[in-house]
């Protein structure tokens, strides 16, 4: 289908209208969580703010962007102001579950797809040791031990039409939490108590079920696989899962032997007589096409359980997946391999989150501060992935694939659909205000004044320390 120019900025002009009425929409929505009109007012530029093309997004930042004087405005609503984050997150999961149910349903994608609750956690690496829950601990994101903070997600993914981030708790060491003095610093609530991963998770998918959130599986890696008390509130709440686990997972055969995961693979599926129980099929599709892999399954004790493994068709390396349905509930292979493929649609939310929304750019301190960004942070995310979802297919036209390899391209590729990061290019066109210049000269001349300051006291903080040291040598 060839897509001419006028048809392209059509198509502009209709993005940036609709994500504009689903920004009001959310908003409206959020009014409810804040005491005083100030916050939320506050609350509507933050948003737009991490919306907009900021290469980053702090206080000052943010406090210059949306044409405040000082970042007093920005650091009182996340720190002191009055509203109710919790329940501004349980507006932001409620709108993204209607938005991309509305976007399946006007489709004709909402029968027989599926609906997954994808966990996993992401970091931001920090310096120092003020702030809530950092700690030296692996990072996702830095691939290595690193200074940094770690939450786990919650995210919404409907097959075939979207995801969006729609549940989150920060995890803090127990370390802070006992010490009363770094616990009143790091503003920790009083009632806070050490919670695994695993037990996270189990608080945010309880969370979200009481909005009546309940997806056809929970998805997550060996963090949460090999969390014996998570496997177990599903299975009491009758809820399905595909979870990774580790190769020595113990599983009990139908024979009732146990064996850990690699050795049952080894012993029930290696070898040419086994080749038939092996079968290709999509993962997902990935930004380059279908991701193919090598599918088995293997029987336990249990007529519910099974454990999916997969095997990357190159390299053999072996993946396990931990399966549980529940009676009543369709049980095939094809399925749990769909299920176990839409675990991925989590690392795109983050990868958005952070490259688009700064999701770990902030500079809060505090527990209430850091969680106060991250849901206005999935505010702004909710509105653009529901947005696209709606646009799918009315602004989808790409060419015919290719079927064979020596296919000549087309004239005209097309264009893919409107995506995450475009629409949010949509609402920062949309929304930036132009500034005069003497905003800009203001601002310059307040952050150099801001620093010369911290220059200074930082500087007589020092010769105090100089003073002790001199007195203890």
């Known amino acids: 289908m060839k897509t001419t120019g006028s048809q392209a900025a059509a198509a502009a002009r209709i993005g940036a209208r609709l994500a504009g009425r689903r920004l009001g929409e959310l908003t409206e929505r959020l009014r409810s969580c804040f ?37 007093d405005r920005t650091q009182r609503l996340l720190n002191r102001a009055v509203w109710d ?7 932001v999961r409620r709108f993204a579950v209607a938005g991309l149910e509305e976007a399946a349903r006007k489709s004709g994608r909402r029968r027989g797809r599926l609906v997954v609750g994808a966990l996993d956690e992401t970091g931001q690496q920090k310096k120092g040791e003020a702030t809530a829950g950092v700690k030296r ?18 995210s919404y993914v409907r097959e075939g039409t979207g995801h969006a981030l729609i ?11 006992t010490d009363p003095v770094r616990s009143l610093r790091m503003g920790l609530p009083s009632d806070l108590t050490f919670r695994t991963k695993g037990q996270l998770a189990i608080d945010i998918c309880t969370t979200a079920a ?13 963090v949460y696989g090999n969390c014996t008390e998570l496997r177990e509130h599903f299975e009491a709440e009758q809820q399905a899962y595909v979870l990774r686990v580790a190769k020595n997972f113990r599983i009990t055969l139908p024979s009732g032997a146990v064996t850990s995961c690699e050795q049952g693979t080894k012993t029930l599926l290696q070898g040419l007589k086994h080749k038939r129980r092996w079968e290709t099929r999509s993962a997902g599709k990935g930004a380059k096409g279908d991701r193919w892999y090598a599918w088995a399954w293997i029987a336990t004790t249990s007529a519910r359980h099974h454990l999916l493994i997969r095997k990357h068709l190159h390299t053999g390396e072996l993946a396990f997946h931990y399966c549980y349905v529940p009676e009543g509930e369709p049980l095939t292979k094809a399925r749990l391999i769909r299920a176990a493929g839409l675990r991925w649609p989590i690392e795109e939310g983050f990868e958005f989150g952070k490259d688009c929304f700064g999701l770990d750019q902030s500079q809060a301190r505090l527990y ?7 849901v206005l942070v999935c505010a702004a995310l909710a509105v653009c992935a529901v947005t696209a979802a709606l646009l799918r297919d009315r602004t989808d036209s790409q060419a015919p694939q290719p079927t064979h390899p020596d296919q000549p391209p087309p004239t005209d590729p097309g264009r893919i659909p409107f995506t995450i990061p475009e629409i ?29 300051r911290s220059r200074w006291f930082h500087k007589r903080t020092r010769l105090a320390r100089d ?6 040598s």
Not at 36 to 50: D, T, W
Not at 85 to 91: V, W
Not at 467 to 472: A, F, R
Request: charged content about 25%; overall charge neutral.
């Open 35 to 71: 005491r005083r009109i100030e916050p939320f007012l506050q609350a509507r530029k933050y948003m737009r703010a991490v919306a907009s093309e900021l290469p980053k997004r702090n206080g000052w930042t943010i406090a210059e962007h949306v044409g405040d004087r000082t970042p």
């Open 85 to 91: 984050e919790d329940a501004a997150m349980a507006e």
């Open 137 to 154: 601990q692996h990072l996702g994101c830095a691939g290595r031990v690193e200074n940094g903070i770690n939450t786990v997600h919650l």
């Open 167 to 177: 549940g989150f708790r920060q995890w803090i060491p127990d370390e802070h939490i």
């Open 210 to 222: 009481t909005d009546g959130f309940r997806p056809d599986f929970y998805c997550g890696d060996e």
């Open 368 to 374: 209430t501060a850091i969680a106060r960004h991250t």
């Open 424 to 452: 949010k290019r949509l609402i920062a066109d949309a929304t930036t205000t132009p500034r005069p210049q003497e905003h800009t000269t203001h601002w310059v001349n307040w952050r150099r004044t801001h620093q010369a």
């Open 467 to 472: 003073i002790e040291n001199t007195q203890v």
